[in-house]
């Protein structure tokens, strides 16, 4: 593992910087941050791969360099976790959220192979009122996830139902 954290920047392109420990109230939309990395290494591919993803490109050395990919890669819900761990570990959504709705639009744009390393730039792209608990709210983030070359490899819009500031 290496350096998982806060990011002191928001994401590229993105509006004000949300803080630490944030509540419903401080998600505006075009707000975002980035967080710090995670480098995967082979066994931990193999290992996430062989208890949820068998397929013989994450767990198989000599199949994958046979296969279309030309050796082994990251499992997507393997990048899906990771990525959504960094984001929690960066601080805004810890400790204020209060679980999760779904996750629209994921896209896994290229494959992540052992010894790369991913970060995640998160864009607020709405934030809405529960109608029915007044104690919360609705979150989307948008998290695009890239490499240590700068090249997407996955993105993702997250819907965080988050806790509001107790009046």
Known sequence: MSGQGAGEEPGEGAGPAIPPAAWFEDFVPGGGWSTGGYTFSESEVIDFA????P????IDAEAARA???????VSGFHTLSVAFRLVYQSGPLNPNNIGGKGIDEIRWHRAVRPGDTIRVAVEVLSATESRRQPDRGTV??????????????????FLHVVARRPL
């Open 50 to 53: 062989f208890r949820f993803d």
């Open 55 to 58: 397929q013989p490109f994450h």
């Open 67 to 73: 296969s279309i990919w030309g050796g082994l890669i």
């Open 140 to 157: 989307v983030l948008r998290y695009a996830v890239a490499n240590q070359h700068g090249e997407s490899v996955m993105t993702a819009d």
